[in-house]
């Protein structure tokens, strides 16, 4: 079956320290990779995705991601945290089995303090 | 530029009464629409993604049903709620007609919180 996980419901960063955001995948084909972030009381906000070439891809806000096909991971990575970056984070798959579905993990909230 | 209105924010309704949310987009045209719910501030469902006008398909069996009257206007109803469908639900567009291409992202509206009491 087809998924995609966020191992973690939290994370915690001090602000100006590097922070990661997992998300590991399993799906059949080559996977099409998203991120995405949301604000409180907020619709969803596209970060960065990975369809093809270059591993390390870079988006919105200075975060990028790292695909890495071998652990099937699409970490989320920013050299140095903000405040303003705590948010609830997406990670997202699309699903080969469909033109329309993508699979969403169940989303990881980062908290960045001062 | 494009953009994609949804509301009302928030909605409290009894358990029974109907249920309409009204989303649009503009800017656009012949946009793939989708309606998602997401429980507890967590996890994305979809529940109906729409590629034209009068083409809806629907994900999950449930109380609720969706329509698209006009290109760029998907609402999501429901005859009777139900206390299940309380949540937080999410228009979305992505500008590819047809299909939701590898190299295609989806645009988010603000969100309707739904109680039903």
């Known amino acids: 079956a087809q998924s995609v996980a966020q191992p973690e419901d939290q994370v915690n960063v001090a602000e100006g320290n590097p922070l990661t955001v997992k998300c590991t995948y399993s799906?059949?084909?080559?996977?099409?990779l998203f991120w995405y972030v949301q604000y409180p009381n907020r619709g969803l906000q596209f970060l960065l995705k990975?369809?093809?070439?270059d591993n390390l891809v870079k988006g919105s806000y200075g975060f990028e991601a790292e695909f890495n096909k071998s652990q099937t991971s699409f970490h989320l990575k920013k050299p140095s945290a903000l405040v303003s970056d705590s948010a609830l984070y997406f990670c997202a798959v699309r699903s080969s089995g469909s033109n329309y579905q993508l699979i969403w993990g169940a989303g990881t909230k980062l908290i960045i303090k001062p | 530029s494009q953009t994609i209105h949804q509301w009302p924010a928030t909605l409290v309704q009894p358990v029974g009464s109907p249920l309409s949310l009204e989303c649009t987009v503009e800017g656009t045209s012949n946009p793939n629409l989708y309606w998602y719910r997401q429980a507890a501030g967590r996890g994305l469902q979809l529940l109906f993604y729409?590629?034209?006008?009068?083409?809806i398909s629907s994900e999950v069996p449930q109380n609720l049903s969706a329509s698209r009257p006009q290109d760029r206007q998907f609402i999501l109803s429901s005859k009777k709620l139900l206390l299940s469908d309380s949540g937080f639900y999410l228009c979305a567009w992505s500008p590819l007609h047809g299909s939701l291409a590898t190299n295609e992202k989806l645009f988010f509206g603000s969100g309707t919180q739904l109680s039903v009491l």
């Open positions: 990975y369809i093809t070439g």
């Open positions: 729409s590629v034209g006008i009068g083409q």
């Open positions: 799906v059949s084909g080559n996977p099409y």
